[in-house]
């Protein structure tokens, strides 16, 4: 036998001990439970992106170019509540999260392993109604679900709500046991000011989770009820009120953007610091405008609905308190900033994704101030530009921070590392189609092009096209992404603990970790960004 | 009318639109001037402070400065309480129509509007108005929740099935406008497609008062309304001469404001009288004992819209 020890993964690692399916199936593993969220979520991902390309061909020409309104109809509800419900939403937390928390906490795991894999088979069993909802007639309601029209329209809208609510609870109890985690289990010396920034965005982000959630819920359970039993609270022939649902609606699910773009930014602390290699600017700032957008996000969700006709005074005190909330999302930006000066800056996959994060970001924080301006709003509402602002912020955010962890974390997860040289041809194509596609919405929506339509006016052709061919050079991005990150978890060069030179305690075990994350007990001997008192050098 | 035109804003064609470019404009200036400002000073620290060779030492332990703190915190804040002010201001302006404004009742259905002008016309999908008038819109739907959106006067509205939703706008110059409807409503949603015709004044009134002679089967809101008066029993409790009877009079009473029971005040309007008719016990006003039944089922929408511009002809304006 000739093969070199070194191309081996260290021993044990909780990727191949134990074995076989029933141990990753019964598994109370974190990082397993972590990659088989992980594994779903890419698996949604995929199919949401498949629909949105499907959206844009059909868009690429005026009229009927490869399917009916009806089909186009359902096609937008499945790409918006797949990528909302299925993906986006669990996808930091719960993928992410799951795998590094306890680990960045010097924890053996969460603080209830049970309740985590649990979790795990909730969000499965609904995504299963989702699935059977896609199979049986879909739904056309907008992944908003407004009544009047999804009480009255036909299709499987029970079993998709159904499943979005049974997926929630999966949402709270991964939030309920981040926090008791975050309280309980971290390393004596680690205080909470000595925490690593992205376990401050997970903790907002549980907090979220466990007050908002319950009310997208009710909700649901409200809708279930009207479209089976007729109870009428959102109907107005008997006395219900259908704008009604739309405060229940945004109550939960304005909050629930900063369940996707909280734990975003908590990943990008930790990149920009780790590729700048130097302290965080503003620590504090960071971890406290992270509890600071959680608790004014509870009270913006009027800004959903300046053209519903809420009163005049309503729509004056969320417009007020939708600037506010930028505020603190401005503050880190700077803070990222400042962080970069006098570093020692690298520029590996994960800080390409910064780099994007921090382009895209500003642009869809910016806009959001045009859509919290009340005239302008009243312009913009329900257009394109709305589109692009929240693909900005979802996409350009939420997503672009998911990608930089992936990359960042890839190494540690499979113990190997993926093409550098591959990954910046992915990057170069993602951030060129995204921009090609939804930057065209901008000037769509300006001149008054109304989201949610099949077809459109002649004076819209070529920027609706121009989008289109953007979306395939974005979905080519994805694909060559996902050849290289795949071929790396097989043939990749080694990596070793430590690759990039971090400090957080998970590169301080092996790539993989083993079992139990640790295989001597770790000590606190440093804090998560003290790159001005601790030389560490990258093991490669 | 061509949109393409321009690059952003659509040209500005009611006497709103000026001012919300205005401060659509401002923010687009002030949000250039911070996405530059990030991206150059992102890139020029990306490439001023880049790692030359493989080793790396310690860097530089500062993570805090008070001021510069402040300082970014401070100059947004001001910033977004100038466009808050502003936007609040342009709203309000938005949302209380000029008095004497031409009074266009619009219904939004699947998937298609209706428009009820004061003299009993009717127009399906196309508004005409008079340049240079104020024209407020009273909408409401049929069915599920539309959305009114001309982009060229930069008003929307949402029109729901429960209630009554007011806009209004005065076009600036003639010609003919896109109307889109904005919110969601199903398979005919990009179809549901509409024009508002902007007409001079000498040219609205003639269309108008040919446009009412045509449409005699159609009864006008007023007519309508004195109909279910004396059809639907009103008549029985309601007076139109000013005296008091079980209930108050309908005369001389929209617009105006009444002392309800509880002590509290309220001002007669479109949506307080359509709660009056479905849930008359909601608020009563003082004098008179809660005995009104519901007319929840009993009379259509339309019926209701009727009973309303009745009321307002009984009324001075």
């Given amino acids: 036998m000739s093969v070199n020890k070194e191309s081996f993964l260290p021993e044990p690692n909780f990727l191949t001990s134990p074995k076989g399916l029933k141990s990753w199936l019964l598994t109370l593993d974190h990082k397993r439970i972590g990659l088989m969220y992980l594994f779903a979520i890419m698996f949604f991902f995929m199919i949401g992106g498949i629909f949105a390309v499907l959206i844009r061909l059909e868009l690429l020409q005026i009229g009927e170019t490869i399917m009916s309104a009806d089909t186009y109809n359902r096609m937008f509800t499945l790409h918006g509540a797949i990528m909302i419900f299925l993906f986006i939403i669990p996808a930091i937390p719960a993928a992410m999260g799951n795998i590094m928390l306890p680990i960045m906490l010097g924890a053996k795991d969460v603080a209830f392993p049970r309740l985590n894999l649990a979790s795990w088979y909730i969000y499965i069993g609904g995504s299963l109604f989702a699935i059977y909802s896609m199979a049986h007639g879909a739904v056309d309601t907008g992944w908003t679900f407004y009544t009047p029209y999804s009480t009255s329209t036909n299709g499987a809208v029970i079993s998709m709500t159904l499943g979005v609510f049974i997926i929630g609870f999966s949402s709270i109890l991964t939030g309920l046991n981040f926090i008791v985690t975050i309280h309980k289990l971290r390393l004596p010396g680690m205080t909470w000011f000595k925490m690593p920034l992205f376990i401050w965005g997970l903790y907002a982000t549980a907090i979220i989770q466990v007050l908002a959630t319950p009310v997208l819920a009710i909700t649901l359970i409200l809708l279930i009820l009207e479209r089976t039993l007729g109870i009428g609270i959102f109907d107005p022939a008997m006395g219900g009120d259908p704008v009604l649902f739309q405060h229940f609606f945004w109550f939960y699910s304005h909050p629930a953007v900063y369940i996707m773009i909280l734990p975003g930014m908590g990943i990008i602390s930790e990149m920009v610091a780790v590729f700048s290699h130097k302290r965080i600017f503003g620590y504090k700032a960071i971890a406290f405008s992270s509890l600071g957008i959680a608790f004014l996000s509870f009270l913006v969700w009027g800004h959903h609905m300046f053209t519903s006709g809420q009163s005049e005074y309503a729509a004056m005190i969320f417009s007020f308190l939708t600037f506010m909330v930028g505020i603190p999302s401005g503050i880190k930006t700077f803070n990222w900033l400042a962080t970069l000066f006098r570093g020692s800056i690298t520029f590996e996959a994960p800080m390409l994704y910064v780099f994007a994060f921090l382009f895209l970001f500003t642009i869809g924080g910016l806009t959001g101030i045009f859509l919290g301006a009340l005239p302008v709003d009243i312009h913009l509402h329900d257009t394109y530009f709305v589109v692009a602002h929240f693909h900005y912020v979802m996409m350009g955010g939420t997503v672009m921070a998911f990608l930089g962890g992936i990359h960042y974390w890839w190494p540690k997860i499979w113990g190997r590392m993926y093409s550098e040289a591959w990954a910046r041809v992915a990057w170069v194509l993602i951030f060129v189609g995204f921009n090609m596609t939804f930057f065209t919405q901008f000037l769509l929506g300006t001149k008054g092009m109304p989201r949610r339509y099949f077809d459109y006016l002649p004076q819209f052709e070529g920027m609706h096209g121009f989008s289109s061919v953007g979306s395939l050079v974005l979905g080519a991005g994805f694909i060559v992404m996902a050849f290289y990150l795949i071929h790396a978890i097989f043939k990749g060069r080694l990596a070793g603990d430590n690759p990039w030179g971090a400090l957080t305690l998970e590169w301080q075990t092996s790539s993989p970790p083993p079992p139990e994350n640790f295989l001597k007990d770790p000590v606190f001997t440093h804090g998560p960004y003290d790159y001005d008192t601790v030389d560490v050098q990258r093991t490669v | ?317």
């Fill in chain 2, 1 to 317: 009318m061509d949109s393409t035109a321009t690059l952003w804003m659509p040209p500005a064609q009611s006497t709103i639109a000026g001012e919300v470019d205005a401060l659509f404009y401002f923010i687009f200036y002030v949000a250039m001037g911070f996405f530059f400002l990030v991206v150059l000073a992102a890139l020029y620290f990306l490439i001023r402070y880049r790692r030359k060779g493989n080793e790396v030492g310690l860097t530089d332990g500062h993570d805090h400065n008070f001021k510069l703190e402040l300082i970014w915190t401070i100059i947004p804040t001001i910033l977004v309480f100038i466009v808050f002010i502003w936007g609040f201001r342009t709203y309000l302006k938005m949302n209380v129509a000029p008095k004497g404004a031409i009074e266009i009742k619009v219904t939004g259905q699947k998937w298609f509007w209706s428009f009820d002008y004061p003299n009993g016309a009717v127009t399906l999908s196309e508004l005409v108005v008079p340049a240079g008038r104020p024209v407020k819109l009273l909408l409401s739907s049929r069915d599920v929740i539309h959305s009114f959106y001309v982009p060229d006067f930069r008003i929307k509205m949402d029109a729901l099935p429960n209630r009554y939703t007011m806009l209004w706008f005065e076009a600036k110059n003639v010609g003919t406008y896109n109307l889109y409807c904005a919110e969601y409503c199903g398979t005919g949603h990009s179809t549901m497609l509409g024009k508002v015709k902007v007409l001079s004044v000498s040219d609205y009134e003639k269309w108008l008062a040919n446009a009412g002679a045509e449409k005699d089967a159609e009864v006008p809101l007023p007519e309508l309304g004195k109909k279910v008066y004396t059809g639907k029993a009103c008549m029985t409790c309601h007076t139109i001469d000013g005296t008091p009877s079980v209930g108050p009079t309908f005369k001389n009473v929209f617009g105006h404001t009444v002392e309800l029971s509880d002590g509290t005040t309220i001002t007669i309007d479109e949506n307080y009288i359509r709660e009056s008719v479905l849930k008359p016990q909601a608020k009563v006003v003082k004098g008179f004992a809660p005995v009104m039944p519901t007319f929840q089922g009993l009379l259509s929408n339309r019926e209701i819209d009727g009973i309303i511009a009745y009321i307002k002809t009984l009324s001075e304006q």
